[in-house]
């Protein structure tokens, strides 16, 4: 049963403590039917004698009092009423399903206006397309969206209260405006809710809703006109036009400025990339490239570090003393601008003093900035290809090896290990490739045959086809592959590989690498690999077969793979022996592997498939050493056949295990803070983990 209230007559359920309209307590205004009383004759008084009431009434005089009448409080049906708490509901449910819907068609509308469909954010688009560089857009949008929080707790708590106070005018009144504001600009939609959600929670506690609401409509009124103009850069922070440096530059659709009228006498007038590191200028407008009686040069810095502020320069007179900028990159020597970035297909433009050489420059051509270390060789082919154990050399341009390649001191045969030549240079890729090809039967197979401990080999990709089959004249000798090294006692940093290695060898052991086949062959020696990637398969097939997805397998203690990854097939087949071993990142070893992730498939013919890991295929002597890997994550390819991150040296029977290896099923944002730890060495792009130095 329920209760009616004495003081507005309206119906209440047995469960509410107020009246739902006037709020009421119930103790205090529940209206409770009065009990009759009935008075006990007096023995003493005779008995009272009842007169039917008479057919006729009175006349009623002035004096005579009217009776009072109580007047009982309606009695509302509630099966022919919908409920407070329903009503609540249905304009919950409303109000939020046109604020959902008005969001869907402002991402639509902003889509079909700015053609992009990754726009989610109206500011982001409205701030690249009005050249204000000056504005942080990341910062902006974390900021919102912890306001957009705090906001929509406030606008359900509007709603709700305004609901239960039968307020469903002041409910479209906050939601409409809500509505149109994020249509037209939704970025901002979470600054405003936070607005209208602090005044109407003023309202819910002082009860002015009227000059509130007003108050209310016309703040809102005034930001959808002033906020369009300040998220878009139209205001004074984006003008239409801007005076720099004797020249004009005129802001087109695409937000950016471009010279349109030059009043100077400098016979080179450079066009910066931004102006007063606050506009974003993109080059010179059509119509002043038409009218110009002048060389228009677009300058590409490759590499630079410094005074790459310079978008392009026109040159109106090619005699001038005036100068080029002359760009700056570490560890490097700046050698001129060419027409192409191969010196031997190209030719100089400009010097390395800045100052014009060349003859029958084009009208307008792209020039290359060309470096060398400082007492640097530039390899810009095969024909240069010439490299000393001592030497300092860059890579100018991507180069094949033609024929049969033989390794950068190693020679085909079976030389011993004193006849083979280190090299204890200097080689810099320059983020160029070498490709190449191996054959026959040799034992050392690489780029490289050996990296020396004081020779480093940087920035490199190789492009690598091995398929060697060894037939060695004493089982003494072991035989070695891997895409930038066979051996490495030094550095390989920032190197990748793909293509295939494929080593088999009639010998006891052979060892194969995706970057390295092995390191510290001899005693003491140590190596680092850090910061490379594999995509080439990696087979191996001998007594002892060792394949690894960067090295193949470490002799001493010293050695360290850090931030590398493997997205090859890696494959050990061994034919007699016990010790076969294969590793996504490292075959075996007693080898320090930190940072290091791999989502290749680990695979062997062998029948005991214990010595095989995502990361490491087994150590030795791990109670003594303790170098399991730390901070390495393994993705499970599909057909692997490792059990373990880290598998058991043959006969243990104790079993593999995961020690310093996290095994993901997705390349995600988990996995990149095991890797990065507090570096940024690693990124997740397009759905794969990539070294950050991939994308530069």
């Known amino acids: 049963m329920g209760w009616n209230c004495k003081i507005c007559g309206t119906y209440n359920e047995d469960t509410d403590a107020e009246c739902i309209v006037c709020g009421a307590s119930r103790s205090t205004a529940e209206y409770k039917e009065p009990t009759p009383t009935v008075s006990k004759p007096s023995t003493s008084s005779p008995p009272r004698t009842v007169t039917p009431p008479s057919t006729t009434t009175p006349p009623r005089t002035t004096s005579t009092p009217r009776p009072s009448t109580t007047v009982l409080p309606r009695r509302v049906r509630h099966s022919r009423y919908i409920g407070a708490e329903t009503k609540k509901r249905i304009a919950k449910v409303i109000a939020f399903c046109l604020i959902g ?10 889509y079909v206006f700015f053609g992009e469909k990754d726009t989610v954010f109206a500011l982001t688009a409205l701030i690249e397309k009005s050249g204000n560089a000056d504005f942080n857009t990341t910062v902006f949008i974390a900021v919102m969206t912890v306001v957009g929080a705090i906001a929509g707790i406030l606008i359900y708590c509007d709603i709700s209260h305004l ?5 469903y005018a002041y409910v479209w009144l906050i939601t409409l405006p809500y509505c149109i504001t994020m249509v037209l600009i939704p970025s901002l939609i979470a600054c405003l809710a936070f607005a209208f959600g602090v005044v ?3 309202v819910k506690k002082y009860g002015a809703i009227k000059p509130f609401t007003i108050i209310y409509v016309a703040l809102m009124a005034a930001s959808l006109i002033v906020f369009p103009s300040v998220a878009a850069g139209v205001s004074n922070d984006a003008p239409e036009s801007i005076q720099y440096e004797n020249a004009t530059y005129e802001r087109a659709e695409d937000g950016k400025y471009y010279l349109t009228e030059y009043s100077g006498d400098n016979d080179l007038l450079a066009i910066p990339t931004a102006i007063k590191d606050k506009y974003q200028v993109g080059g010179i ?14 300058l590409n810095f490759e590499h630079a570090t410094e005074n790459n502020q310079t978008l392009q320069i026109i040159a109106f007179n090619l005699t001038t003393d005036e100068k080029f900028p002359i760009p700056i990159r570490d560890d490097y020597t700046f050698y001129g601008w060419w027409s192409t970035n191969n010196r031997n297909t190209g030719k100089q433009v400009i010097d390395k003093e800045g100052k014009i050489v060349g003859n029958n420059i084009a009208k307008e051509q792209e020039v290359h900035a060309m470096w060398y270390g400082t007492d640097y060789t530039f390899i810009s082919s095969s024909r240069d290809f010439n490299i000393s154990n001592y030497g300092k050399y860059v890579l100018t341009n991507d180069i094949e090896m033609t024929g049969n390649y033989t390794p950068v001191g190693g020679l085909s045969g079976m030389e011993t290990q004193s006849s083979r030549s280190a090299f ?6 320059n983020f160029h490739t070498i490709k190449y090809s191996i054959s026959g039967s040799r034992r050392y197979n690489g780029l490289f045959s050996w ?14 086809n091995i398929n060697v089959e060894f037939k060695p004249t004493s089982t003494q000798y072991y035989a070695f592959a891997g895409g930038i090294a066979a051996i490495n006692d030094g550095k390989i940093i920032d190197c990748w590989s793909e293509g295939s290695i494929y080593l088999k060898s009639a010998t006891l052991v052979a060892e194969s690498g995706g970057i390295a086949g092995a390191s510290g062959t001899d005693n003491m020696r140590t190596g680092e690999i850090r910061g490379c990637y594999n995509l080439a398969t990696v087979e191996t097939v001998a007594d002892d077969a060792y394949a690894g997805g960067i090295l193949g397998s ?5 050695h360290i793979v850090s931030y590398c990854y493997n997205r090859g097939t890696i494959k050990a087949t061994g034919v007699n022996s016990n010790n076969t071993a294969a590793g996504g990142i490292i075959s075996h070893g007693r080898t320090y592997a930190k940072n290091c992730f791999n989502a290749g498939a680990i695979m062997t013919d062998y029948s005991d498939k214990q010595s095989i890991g995502g990361i490491i295929g087994f150590t030795r002597n791990t109670s003594e050493h303790n170098n399991f890997p730390s901070d390495c994550v393994w993705l499970r390819a599909k057909n692997c056949q490792a059990a373990w991150g880290i598998g058991t040296y043959p006969n243990d029977t104790t079993g593999g295990n995961n020690n310093g290896v996290t095994v993901v099923d997705k390349e995600s944002d988990q996995a990149l803070r095991i890797l990065n730890g507090d570096t940024k ?16």
């Open 163 to 167: 609901v239960e106070r039968r307020k």
């Open 681 to 696: 060495e690693f990124i997740l792009y397009d759905g794969q983990i990539r070294l950050s130095w991939e994308l530069l």
């Open 424 to 429: 204890n240079g200097v080689f810099d890729g």
């Open 285 to 298: 407008s059509d119509e002043f490239k038409e009218g110009i009686e002048g060389y228009i040069f677009d």
């Open 101 to 110: 819907l008005s969001f869907i068609a402002g991402q639509v509308l902003l």
């Open 451 to 464: 990296v020396g401990p004081q020779g480093t080999v940087k920035n490199l990709g190789v492009n690598v």
């Open 200 to 202: 109407f929670a003023i």
């Open 554 to 558: 470490a002799q001493n203690n010293g």
